[in-house]
C-alpha cells in the first residue's frame, strides 16, 4: 500500500467516527427506531411511469424473456451450460419482486439435479441463505484468476446427453451461512437488484464527475474520496473500449444494460451470444448448439414453429429493455424516526459519497430519432449512490485483481488500512439507508453513553 492511500483511509476512518460521535449529541427522546424488514406490497417490479405504448410492449416481453427458463436442446430455450450457476435471470432476480434480489427459498438447490444432473450443491449454497456465486482469487499454479466458476454443470441432463465434465471443487467446507472459515481462494457475490437501472445508465458522466467534484472543500480534509472505476484500459478511470465511466456490477466493472445482459447470459447461464459469442467451456461433447445460441432473429413473421421466436430482437436486448425501462423501488412513507436518520445520515457525511440524487440526460433515445423517451429522459434518479469506487479497507478486500494491481494482502481485520478493494456502491433505498442511519446513531449513542 502506498503511504498516501493509508493517510488517506486513516483520515476517513477518524472522520467517520468523529461524526458519529457528534451524532450522539442527538437528544434521547428522538431515539430512532428501526422499521425492520419492509412488509406489505413490495413496491418495486413495475414499469417506470410515463412509458410510450411502444416503450410498454418491449418491456413487457423483456419481462417475458427475463423469467423464461433454459434448457440444454431440444426445448423452447435451449443454450444452457455446460457450466452454469442457473437457468433463469428471474432464478437470481426475484425478491420482493422480479428484477430483485434472491429468493426466500434458494432456487440453486432444485437446479443442482434438475432433469437428471447430479451436481453436487456446494457447501455455502443453503435453503434459504442467498443465492451466491464463486470467483476464485488464484489459479492452482498461483497466478491471479478473479474469474467466476460456476457451481454447476450439465453433465447427467437428459438434454445433454454426451457432455460429461466435472464440477469445481470449492472445498474445504466453511460455515454455510456466513461463508467463514471455508476455502479461503473463493470471493462471493450476491445478486443485486436491477430496478430502477435504465435511470443509472441514463446519468451523464458530467453528472457523475461534477458530483465528484462537488464540495471538495469539506470531502478533501475528511478524507472522502472516490472515483470513477478503472477498466482495464491503463487509461485510468474510464471503460476500456470508449474511455467512458463504467458504472453496472459490484465494482462498477460494465458500461452499459446490454453488456451486463451478454456477459450474465454466457457466464451465469452458459448462454452464448453475439456479445459474446463463444462457450465457456468447448469441451468437445459439450458444445450440443450452434453458437451464438441468441441471436437476433431473421424471421421475422410470426411462426407456429416451437423455439422460433417471432420477434427480432434478441434475448439480451429484450432483458436490456426491461431492466432499462423497470422501475426504481418506492420507498416506504416517511415516519419521524426515517426523517431523523436521514437528516442523521446527511449530518454524519454519509451522503457525500451516498449522493441522494441524480438527474438523467435530456434527450434519451426511446428508438426514434426524434422523439426522446419521456420516461428515461431528465428524470430524478434517487439512488443514493455516486456511481464511484472507494477504497472498502482490508477486511471487505477481495483481492481481485482483474481492475487493478493488487498492492497488498487480504489477511487482516477491517482496520484504517486500505487495499486497492473498491467498490461501488448499491444504496438505492431510500428506507434502507434511513434505517441505517438510525442504527448507527442508536450504537453510537450507547457506546458512548
Ligand atoms: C446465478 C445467479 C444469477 C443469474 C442467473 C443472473 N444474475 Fe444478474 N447478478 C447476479 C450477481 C451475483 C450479481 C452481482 C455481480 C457482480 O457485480 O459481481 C448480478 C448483477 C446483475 C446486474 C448489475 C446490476 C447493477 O446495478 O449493477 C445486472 C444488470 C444483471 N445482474 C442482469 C442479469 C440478467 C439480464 C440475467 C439473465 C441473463 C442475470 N442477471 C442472471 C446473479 C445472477
Ligand atoms: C467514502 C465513501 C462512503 C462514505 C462516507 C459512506 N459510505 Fe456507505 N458505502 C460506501 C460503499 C463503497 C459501499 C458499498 C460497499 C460494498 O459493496 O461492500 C457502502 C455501503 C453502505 C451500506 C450497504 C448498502 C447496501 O445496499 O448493501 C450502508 C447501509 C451504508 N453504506 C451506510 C453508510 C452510512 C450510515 C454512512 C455514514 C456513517 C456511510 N455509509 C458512509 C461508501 C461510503
Not at 416503450?55 to 419481462?63: C, V
Not at 426466500?104 to 434459504?128: D, E, Q, R
Not at 426504481?328 to 426523517?339: G, R
Not at 464511484?388 to 487493478?404: N, P, Y
Request: glycine share 10%; aromatic share 6%; net charge neutral.
Amino acid at each position: 500500500m502506498t503511504k498516501r492511500q493509508s493517510v488517506v483511509c486513516q483520515m476517513a476512518a477518524g472522520i467517520v467516527a468523529a461524526a458519529l460521535t457528534s451524532c450522539a449529541g442527538t437528544p434521547s427522546n428522538a431515539a430512532p427506531v428501526d422499521p425492520g424488514v419492509r412488509g406489505g406490497a413490495p413496491g418495486a417490479g413495475t414499469a417506470l411511469k410515463g412509458l410510450s405504448a411502444d416503450e410498454t410492449a418491449f418491456f413487457q416481453d423483456g419481462l417475458a424473456r427475463f423469467v423464461e427458463i433454459e434448457s440444454v436442446t431440444g426445448g423452447q430455450n435451449n443454450g444452457l451450460g455446460a457450466r452454469f450457476n442457473s437457468n433463469s435471470c428471474q432464478a437470481c432476480h426475484a425478491q420482493p419482486s422480479v428484477g430483485g434480489s434472491s429468493p426466500a427459498v434458494n432456487p440453486a438447490i432444485a437446479v443442482a439435479t434438475l432433469n437428471g444432473a447430479k451436481n453436487v450443491v456446494p457447501w455455502f449454497i443453503t435453503k434459504n441463505g442467498p443465492i451466491r456465486e464463486a470467483r476464485f482469487q488464484r489459479n492452482p499454479d498461483g497466478t491471479n484468476d478473479g474469474g467466476v466458476h460456476n457451481l454447476f454443470v450439465i453433465t447427467g441432463r437428459g438434454d445433454a446427453a454426451g457432455c460429461n465434465i466435472a464440477q469445481p471443487n470449492f472445498l474445504p467446507a466453511g460455515n454455510p451461512l456466513t461463508g467463514q472459515n471455508g476455502n479461503p481462494n473463493i470471493i462471493f457475490r450476491i445478486p443485486t437488484p436491477v430496478f430502477g437501472s435504465g435511470l443509472i445508465e441514463a446519468i451523464p458522466d458530467s453528472a457523475i464527475l461534477a458530483n465528484m467534484n462537488a464540495n471538495a472543500s469539506i470531502k478533501q480534509p475528511m478524507g472522502i474520496s472516490g472515483h470513477p472505476n478503472a477498466h482495464l484500459s491503463g487509461n485510468a478511470n474510464h471503460s476500456a473500449n470508449d474511455g467512458t465511466i463504467t458504472r453496472f456490477g459490484w465494482k462498477a466493472q460494465n458500461k452499459s444494460l446490454l453488456m451486463f445482459a451478454g456477459e450474465a447470459y454466457n457466464v451465469e447461464m452458459g448462454v452464448s451470444n453475439q456479445l459474446f459469442p463463444q462457450e465457456r467451456d468447448e469441451t468437445p461433447g459439450c458444445v450440443l448448439n450452434p453458437t451464438p445460441e441468441d441471436t437476433l432473429n431473421f424471421t421475422t413473421p410470426s411462426t407456429s414453429t416451437p423455439g422460433q421466436n417471432a420477434a427480432v430482437v434478441s434475448d439480451i436486448e429484450a432483458f436490456a429493455d426491461f431492466m432499462r425501462m423497470l422501475a426504481p423501488p418506492t420507498p416506504a412513507p416517511d415516519t419521524p424516526s426515517i426523517v431523523n436518520g436521514r437528516a442523521a445520515f446527511a449530518a454524519a457525511g454519509c451522503a457525500f459519497c451516498h449522493t441522494q440524487s441524480f438527474t438523467t440526460g435530456k434527450a434519451i433515445a426511446s428508438g426514434s430519432s426524434t422523439r426522446p423517451s419521456l420516461a428515461l429522459s431528465n428524470q430524478p434518479v434517487n439512488l443514493w449512490s455516486d456511481l464511484l469506487v472507494h477504497h472498502m479497507g482490508e477486511g471487505l478486500a477481495d483481492a481481485r485483481t482483474s481492475f487493478e494491481p493488487l498492492r497488498s494482502g487480504v489477511s487482516g481485520s477491517a482496520s484504517s488500512s486500505c487495499t486497492t478493494d473498491e467498490r461501488r456502491i448499491w444504496s438505492r433505498q431510500l428506507r434502507l439507508i434511513a434505517a441505517a442511519a438510525a442504527r448507527q446513531t442508536r450504537s453510537s449513542s450507547v457506546s458512548t453513553g
